[in-house]
């Protein structure tokens, strides 16, 4: 008999869920039960509505929905940053982390409701399910929020809604239902708070400049992109004429909208406030030294692979090894940051994301110059993922390494800083995408043997990586004087290996979904 790999796949999150539920224990994480089990159910209709093509949109193909993953991440999320924020007393930051919870679970919910209302015959048993499982969060959510709660996080699914109409039609084959959910939820949601921090510019008179810089290049990539798909839907991308005007209103929007933006969120010049927080030591100028250096290996990697395929007679991609160089650089550069100087990396990963967004735009648009070289250049690094109109694989690399610094909750870490497994908080993106994912797929495609069942991945790949980022956890403890573990080995140790096995079963886009849930159940 074989081995369904959604259903070990949905064992593993059922764990994490469970290990959540039992260092939190409150009514919001019995809520995060209940929504797990109608996740786990309405994922079964989705993967149906794939498999006939009965899916409203058309999604990324040679994957199933991961619905049940992608529905927990939020709420357990915000419920192990609540779990902090209540430890230090932070009565804003623990609401606002209940809010995020919730949010996740009425995104999840909705996503559900979708799947029920298009399956033919209609799932009389999973609507009951999900009936059941949704009327008891509404009732204990509608016990805690108030009301301006409430239209927080009504906002946050309006705008979910139209953003998945837009971005789904326009960018077909890209996402997986669940992937959707991640990626256009966690949008939609810092779009509210941006809107929200926009409208209360005053109370961000005491807030740090460095939070607001990732909102607001996200917000603008997402209106450039937006405004030129629809626009290039009636006039051609390729010439001369629309590649002046695709760059004379990306300096409007940067110029005349993001920057009087930031402006007004900062209370700061931005470009001034930038120059000022580079030069405040020398060590901030060496790292953007070495950063540099590191970027144009990263190119010389791109260039050198690309000429040895014009060299061949036969058509070729880049192998599993090849394609991990970038995952190795992804490391060389976030530990030096992360050991040095975390503000300095936040900001340059922020930087290097609207970089890759606005490039990936451009390649998709074929603007010129660049459009058609990126074009021709980064196809050789192309897998079974990247099926749609987008190339995103390097985007999510860089996201997984990124969003645990992003996230690092500051207003909720004691003045010795997070004790126990949480000192490795910032480095979760780092062991579960740079380090446990690499050594996975370079030593399982080279001497692995044994295979999961139902699954091309092999158990020599995963116990290697497991190891690998063990030995990543002791230097990392060695160069990092503020990581003082305690007692918090074998938690440490269960949870890489509780994601380490996420990573073999699951076919999401796994440089998004293993550093998230590494974070969980590090910051419990």
Known sequence: MQTDPVLVESLVVFSIVL?????VWNQLSWCCIALAVQAFYVQLKWDRLLR??????????????????????????????????????????ERFAMVITVTGMMLALFLSLIALGITRPVPTNTCVIAGIAGSAILYTVKQMLTVSEVIEVLEVLLIFVYLSLILLYLLPRCFTPGEALLVLGGVSFIINQLIKRSLASAANANADPLHFFLPVAVVGCVLLGVFFAVLFLFMESETWAASVFFHLMTAVLGLGLLVPWLSLLTQHHPVAWIFHFITLSN???????????????????VLRQNGRRSGSS?????????????????????????????????????????????????????????????????????????????ILTHIYLLLGVSLPVWLSPGPCTPKGGLGGAGGLV??????????????????????????????KKTFEGTATSVFAQVIAVVIFLIADGSINLNASYSWVVGSIAMVAMLEAYTSQIDNLLLPLYLYVLLLL
């Open 19 to 23: 290990c959540v539920h039992m260092a």
């Open 52 to 93: 006939t093509g009965a899916a409203v949109f058309q999604f990324r193909p040679s994957a199933n929905s991961g619905v049940l993953p992608a529905s927990m991440v939020l709420p357990l999320l915000g419920l192990a940053l609540r779990g902090r924020c209540v430890a230090v007393g932070n009565v804003y930051f």
């Open 283 to 301: 060590t901030r100028l060496w790292l953007l030294a070495y950063w540099s250096f590191l970027a144009l290996v990263a190119v010389a990697v």
């Open 314 to 390: 036969k058509k070729q991609q880049a192998s599993t090894a090849v394609r991990k160089y970038f995952h190795l650089l992804a490391v060389l550069t976030f530990v030096p940051g992360l050991v040095l100087d975390q503000p300095l990396l936040h900001l340059a990963a922020v930087v290097c994301l609207a970089a890759f967004l606005f490039l990936e735009l451009v390649r998709f648009f074929r603007i010129r110059p660049l459009g058609a070289p990126l074009r021709r250049l980064l196809t050789l690094f192309l897998d079974e993922r990247d099926s749609g109109h987008l």
């Open 426 to 455: 910032p480095y979760a993106g780092v062991l579960a995408v740079g380090v446990g994912d690499t050594v996975a797929s370079v030593f399982g495609s080279t001497v692995g043997e044994i295979r999961w069942p139902g699954t």
